[in-house]
């Protein structure tokens, strides 16, 4: 009930080309969606979030797009960079009476080549 | 306005020993969560403290863990008698825990190796 599955594991994108990476969850409670980017050994860094009243949000390169009906969300990086080489989590939780502990997904390795 | 801070970056222990590990929340912010990253795996949620209270610790084994938030000082996460599946990196985030700010800002995290 509280998982959130992301795929894929890893993804090569060349430079310039759309980096797509997509969850689903399954505890309908959930109302805040986050996504975290995360270099080695360095903390998690929030790059954008979601409620589900929006169908979409986007925050220069970066699009969340979110599906209620089908309990889940996606991420769109646009005109990706070597830069963007990192590890990507997205993560549910509940703002409303549930604390806003984060459940995360698995993680994608995502790497931009030239 | 520094981030959240946490050492030891690297805490090594043998079996059987205690590791202890800080986390200093953001100024401002009175919410720390604590979360575990295995290797090659997501962040596990720990525990949820405001000052001095500890809020919801469904994450944090019943046994051994132990969390606190004091009204000065930082979070203090207590692992006691480590075993080697205690091997982790640990994150603390905090967050104002105001409505409209509900971002967690994350720790550089604590590496603990228990040999």
């Known amino acids: 009930q509280q998982q959130v599955k992301q795929s894929p594991q890893s993804l090569i994108v060349q430079k310039g080309g759309i980096s797509i990476i997509n969850c689903a969850y399954e505890n309908t409670a959930f109302d805040y969606f986050p996504w975290y980017q995360q270099f080695p050994g360095k903390g998690p860094a929030l790059l954008i979030a979601?409620?589900?009243?929006?169908s979409e949000k986007k925050e220069g390169r970066f699009t969340i797009s979110f599906n209620k009906s089908a309990k889940q969300f996606s991420l769109h990086i646009m005109d990706s960079q070597p830069g963007d080489s990192a590890t990507y989590f997205c993560?549910?939780?509940?703002?409303?009476?549930?604390?806003?502990?984060?459940?995360f997904g698995t993680g994608t390795q995502l790497k931009v080549e030239l | 306005n520094a981030g959240v801070m946490q050492n030891p970056r690297h805490l090594v222990r043998r079996r059987g020993q205690e590791a202890r590990l800080r986390c200093s929340p953001m100024k401002g912010h009175s919410h720390v969560y604590w979360y575990r990253q295995l290797p090659e795996e997501g962040l596990k949620f720990m525990v949820y403290?405001?000052?001095?209270?500890?809020?919801?610790e469904s994450g944090m084994p019943k046994e051994r863990f132990s969390a606190e938030f004091p009204k000065e000082g930082p979070s203090i996460l207590r692992i006691q008698q480590v075993v080697r599946g205690d091997s982790a990196a640990y994150f603390c985030?905090?967050?104002?825990?105001?409505?409209?700010?509900?971002?967690?800002?994350f720790g550089p995290g604590t590496r603990l190796l228990v040999l």
């Open positions: 979601i409620r589900p009243d929006v």
């Open positions: 403290l405001q000052k001095e209270n500890i809020i919801d």
């Open positions: 985030a905090s967050s104002p825990g105001t409505v409209g700010q509900e971002t967690q800002y």
């Open positions: 993560a549910a939780s509940m703002l409303s009476g549930g604390g806003n502990k984060l459940t």
